[in-house]
Every structure is written in C-alpha cells, then in structure tokens.
C-alpha cells in the first residue's frame, strides 16, 4: 500500500490513584511514538479525574492522531493498545489486491490465535488456581471444626472469608456430605453414624 493510513485514536486508562492513572497514559503514548511504524503526529492527554461509575478510581484519555502505511499495523495498533474509539482519517477508499488482503487476514488470524492462546492458558491456570484454594480452605475448614461445631461468623473470622462468600462455600461441602448445619453451627459428618 503506497498511502499511508492516517486514524484518530482515544485511549482511555482506568485506576488508582491518579498519579498512576496519569503516568501510565504518558507511558502508554511514549512507547506508542517509539514504535517506528507509527507517526505520531498529535497527542492531547488529558488530566485524570475521578471516575463516576467506580468509586476510587480515576480516568484519564489521550487522544492521538497517527498514521502508519499498512492496514496491519493499524490492526496490531487496535489489538495492542485496544483504544476506545478509532477513525480513519485518510484515505477516504482504500484499494486492495487479493495478496494484501489475504496477508492482512492471515496476520489477523495470527494475533487473534495468540490472543486467544493467552486467554485460554489464563483459563487453564486460574481453574488450577481456584481448585488448589478450594481444596486448602476445605482442609483449613475440616482442621477448624474437629471435635467442634462452628458458627459462620468463627469461621470467617479464622479463615478471612466473608460471611456471605464462606457460607456459600459451606453449602457445597453440606452437598457433599462431608459437613452439615444445626441450629446455625456447622460440624464434621460421621460417616460411621451420619452426624456428629
């Protein structure tokens, strides 16, 4: 492609504090105007201010005009940076031939199967993850309630669960069968005798 592509791009960066929010924005463009296949040719960044939907956190964006000369790039841009909103300046029409298309779609399908890869070891670990915690606090749970009953608040405050998420856990092991819950106190089944 001879002409050069040349977008708006709005990036937008959510966090706390704000000094961080700002720094990483800053951050953000700088190694965009390093890349070589970007021009940078304006930036407007502005201040962060606290965020209405998220208490605590702030916001800030910056707004970029770049241009770069194959549509690739603009779609690593979109993968890498994922702005909030793009446009395309110039040019008004883009003519392809049927091989830089086909090399467009190939590069995409490429970063699209690494993304996806990423996500799905992500998955797999935090599956892992999740199975080890649930079985370390059913240990920790079973060590706490030998030779005793328990109510969900003593629990909570020995595990560092909260009430809610802790008794919803207990439910699942109630299912179980391997405790059960009387007049609020949970206890270890006897799987000899069927209770306490």
């Known amino acids: 492609m001879a002409q050069n592509?040349?977008?708006?791009?709005?990036l937008e960066i959510l966090g706390k504090p704000k000094e961080y929010v700002e720094q990483a924005l800053k951050n953000y463009v700088e190694k965009i105007s390093s890349e070589e296949k970007y021009t940078?040719?304006?930036?407007?960044?502005?201040?962060?201010?606290?965020?209405?939907?998220?208490?605590?956190?702030?916001?800030?964006i910056a707004e970029l005009e770049i241009s770069t000369p194959l549509l690739e790039d603009l779609t690593i841009f979109c993968l890498e940076y994922m702005p909030a909103q793009i446009e395309i300046m110039e040019p008004a029409e883009l003519a392809l031939k049927d091989a830089d298309?086909?090399?467009?779609?190939?590069?995409?399908?490429?970063k699209l199967h690494s993304i996806d890869l990423v996500?799905?070891?992500?998955k797999m670990e935090n599956d892992s993850l999740k199975r080890g915690v649930n079985s370390l606090l059913t240990n920790?749970?079973?060590?706490?309630?030998?030779?005793r009953s328990?109510?969900?608040?003593?629990?909570?405050?020995?595990?560092?669960?909260e009430k809610d998420r802790l008794e919803d856990f207990m439910d699942v092991l109630i299912d179980q069968?391997?405790?059960?819950?009387?007049?609020?106190?949970?206890?270890?089944v006897?799987?000899?005798n069927g209770n306490k």
Do not use: C, W
């Open 40 to 60: 940078l040719h304006t930036q407007h960044i502005s201040e962060a201010i606290a965020n209405e939907k998220e208490e605590g956190f702030f916001s800030a």
């Open 5 to 10: 592509i040349r977008f708006r791009a709005l």
């Open 177 to 188: 069968g391997r405790i059960d819950l009387n007049d609020g106190k949970y206890f270890i």
């Open 190 to 192: 006897d799987k000899k």
């Open 101 to 110: 298309l086909t090399a467009f779609f190939n590069d995409l399908q490429a």
């Open 140 to 147: 920790y749970i079973t060590v706490l309630l030998q030779g």
């Open 119 to 122: 996500a799905k070891t992500v």
């Open 150 to 161: 328990m109510n969900s608040e003593d629990l909570g405050k020995l595990t560092g669960v």
